[in-house]
């Protein structure tokens, strides 16, 4: 059996096309049309420039993955499509293309959640995922933790209050004035930089539950950056001495970077930890952009086998971090397992939920 795989939630333009016998994988294809550069120009997504590039681009991107899986549409036997979270223009964009296909080719068309698929692509490896599992989503518009029953049963355990993760690597690099995308540049400087030189908090570190806040992180970034005079800052309580901080030479910025980065992998670790102690679980699973990260890949690797050696971890390859359709065709087989698929006269009642929860 043959899906096809169309991701189109945020600024990426992704198909993919995914065989699956007796229950296992073959990815055939996968096609990923950033749109970094485009964007980076803005200082971030413009959600209209995004929709118009993917208008433009879905048809020769889908063909691309057919071609380069030596098959056509006519072998296909299902189309997977993200229909939401993510933005509402970018979502129709999958979804209509999506339908249309399914509608004229009589095919199944099968509505996948984004984030189901950032946790599922790990599905793409060898070993068998054992469940329960506990799911980390770490990604530019969320940061959970999910308590995984099964492919189709989540229970959300955690969240942030505020900010998401990749968010604050973004709001962040634009505080040091590096550009965006944030995330991978900050890890970038990072790799030259010494944690500890510059003082962060770890928000909610302390805290019995499993939630999270970022945003306090970025605004500590902030003040470090551009310190407020001391008057200021002492009449809000905060510091006595007003205290310019070396972040102006590059070595001070590496630091920095250094130093948010493991802030940020602090708090995802150790809540983490805490979440499997409190549930037991069979396998962990990462997912979602900021799973590119090499400190946080390395820190939860090496945390949880320590503490807890007979949990299976995974963490899904580079290519599969960052949003792209081979997540969304393998989240789409186990809904099509389930039944959960449109057919003919059913297809024309997808639309795209930009808020849709796990
Ligand atoms: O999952 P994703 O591609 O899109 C969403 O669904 O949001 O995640 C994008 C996020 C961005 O915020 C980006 O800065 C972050 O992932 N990111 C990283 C790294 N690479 C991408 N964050 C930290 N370290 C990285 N190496
Ligand atoms: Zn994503």
Redesign the pocket.
């Known amino acids: 059996m043959k899906i096809l795989g169309i991701e189109t ?2 600024d990426e333009t992704s198909a993919a096309v995914l065989e699956i016998k007796n229950g296992n994988f073959d990815l055939l294809s996968q096609v990923v049309l950033s749109q970094e550069k485009i964007h980076a120009k803005f200082g971030g997504i413009v959600p209209e420039v995004a929709a118009r590039k993917q208008m433009e681009m879905i048809i020769p991107v889908i063909e691309q993955a057919l071609k380069k899986a030596k098959t056509n549409l006519k072998k296909i036997d299902a189309l997977a499509v993200t229909y939401g979270p ?1 933005l509402i223009t970018s979502l129709t964009v999958g979804v209509e293309t999506a339908k249309t296909l399914a509608k004229v080719l009589n095919k199944k068309l099968i509505p996948v959640n ?2 189901a698929g ?1 946790l599922l692509v790990n599905h793409l490896t060898n070993q068998k995922i054992k469940y329960p599992a506990l799911g980390l989503i770490v ?4 940061t959970f933790l999910v308590l995984i029953k099964n492919e189709s049963n989540y229970q959300i355990i955690g969240e942030t209050q505020d900010d998401a993760v990749g968010e604050a690597f973004d709001k962040v690099a634009k505080i040091l004035g590096l550009g965006y995308p944030g995330g991978s540049i900050i890890s970038k400087r990072a790799e030259k930089g010494e944690a500890g030189k510059h003082k962060l908090p770890r928000p909610m570190i302390l805290q019995q539950n499993l939630d999270f806040s970022f945003s306090g992180l970025k605004t500590a970034v902030l003040y470090l950056v551009h310190p407020v005079p001391s008057a200021a800052r002492a009449k809000q309580g905060q510091v006595k001495e007003s205290r310019e901080l070396q972040t102006k030479n590059k070595q001070g910025v590496y630091n920095m970077c250094a130093e948010f980065q493991q802030a940020c992998v602090d708090v995802l670790v150790s809540k983490t930890l805490r979440a499997i102690k409190k549930y037991s679980i069979k396998s962990f699973l990462l997912g ?2 900021v799973a590119a990260n090499a400190e946080l890949r390395k820190q939860l690797q090496q945390k949880i086998s320590k503490k807890y050696p007979d949990i299976k971890i995974f963490i899904p390859e580079l290519k599969f971090t ?2 792209n359709a081979a997540m969304i065709a393998v989240a789409g087989y186990f809904k099509l397992k389930n039944k959960q698929y449109l057919v003919k006269d059913k297809i024309d009642s997808l639309t795209a939920n930009p808020n849709l929860r796990l």
């Open positions: 939630s945020c993510g984004h984030l950032h990604s530019g518009g969320h979602g952009g960052g949003d």
